[in-house]
């Protein structure tokens, strides 16, 4: 990458908060901890854990003392636990947040060239590194994904013909390893709370490019996400499905109204094909997903106005009175 001296010179004075939301994580954790510690720039460590069972804040407490550790009581899930370090570092004057899964992390240069990239492009919001396996062998295999020519125009064929751009436009990367500006966070807000599985990052992609901002992918950088591929069960399918049609009911980028009249033939449709063919799972497993999404339309809605505004779901504490724990009770409420 072309990078200026100034550019370099100003990187150091950057505040960059890394958000970690932990789960029974005492397998990846230390080694997720240490990419960071390891980075070529100094950061804040935040993490969030949900309830770990395992050694996860044992390790964290004995090995890492100087992380910023929040335990909550009850497993909030990844949108309202990060939301909640994602405020802290709004109010701490943050002006990069590097998102990272607690079975992922970072080469020594990964944040600060993710860095670079954003201070020369400020069109992105939200850029990401290339997303290889645990085991470095290959791409993570949902990432490989992200990288069609319909999802990431260009790079495929440049990467064949070894003529790759420092940044790429890319439609969706999931939030694993993300690095979001502070413009970007101020403008779209926090990860919208309806979400409880799935969904949240995929949903504030639509909101970002809703508002103006690019997803980059930045190439020549590089983060492991340690996710074995496991053959997907036919409930996780289901939920899925569930979860893509919500985001697209609730993306600004589409209308609502249309999306809705498109969702309502198309179920009905699988409704009389299951009954005259006699699939009478599939038949219930349709009702019940449909009877989820019909009675989800009122907050679908209601979610839709509230992203429209910029810094949705932020709600910053004036003077910042309130604890970590009343925020924490603020997204439990």
Known sequence: MQLSHNSNEYIWYMNVHVII????????????????????????????????????????????????????????GFAKSNNILLRKAIEEGADYVFL??????????????????????????????????????ALDFNFSTYCRENRCPGFLSDLYLKKIKEVYDLYFVN????????????????????????????????RSRAKGFKIGLAPYLRGYHDREKRPPSVKHNRLIAIIRQICIL??????????????????????????????????GAELKGGGHIFSSLKKIRR??????????????????????KQLADMEIN
């Open 21 to 76: 939301s932990t789960h029974n994580g005492a397998y990846w954790i230390e080694k997720c901890i240490n990419s960071v510690l390891n980075s070529s720039i100094d950061v804040h460590i935040n993490i969030i854990d949900n309830v770990s069972t395992d050694q996860t804040v044992d390790l964290i407490q004995s090995k890492f003392p100087e992380v910023y550790l929040v335990r909550n009581e009850i497993d909030m």
């Open 100 to 137: 990272l899964n607690q079975d992922a992390w970072v080469e020594k240069d990964t944040i600060e060239g993710l860095i670079k990239i954003l201070l020369q492009n400020n069109q992105y919001g939200i850029v990401s590194p290339v997303h290889i396996n645990g085991a470095g062998t």
């Open 175 to 206: 939030a694993a390893l993300w690095l979001v500006s502070r413009e970007c966070l101020l403008r779209i807000g926090l990860f919208d709370p309806m979400f409880t599985v799935y969904g949240e990052d995929v949903d504030y992609t639509n």
């Open 250 to 283: 609730k993306d600004l980028n589409r209308n609502f109204y249309k999306e809705l009249f498109t969702y309502t033939v198309n179920f009905i449709k699988n409704l009389f094909m299951y009954l005259i063919r006699g699939k009478f799972d599939s038949l």
């Open 303 to 324: 979610a839709r106005r509230i992203c429209r505004k910029d810094g949705a779901y932020i709600q910053i504490c004036s003077n910042n009175k309130k604890s970590i």
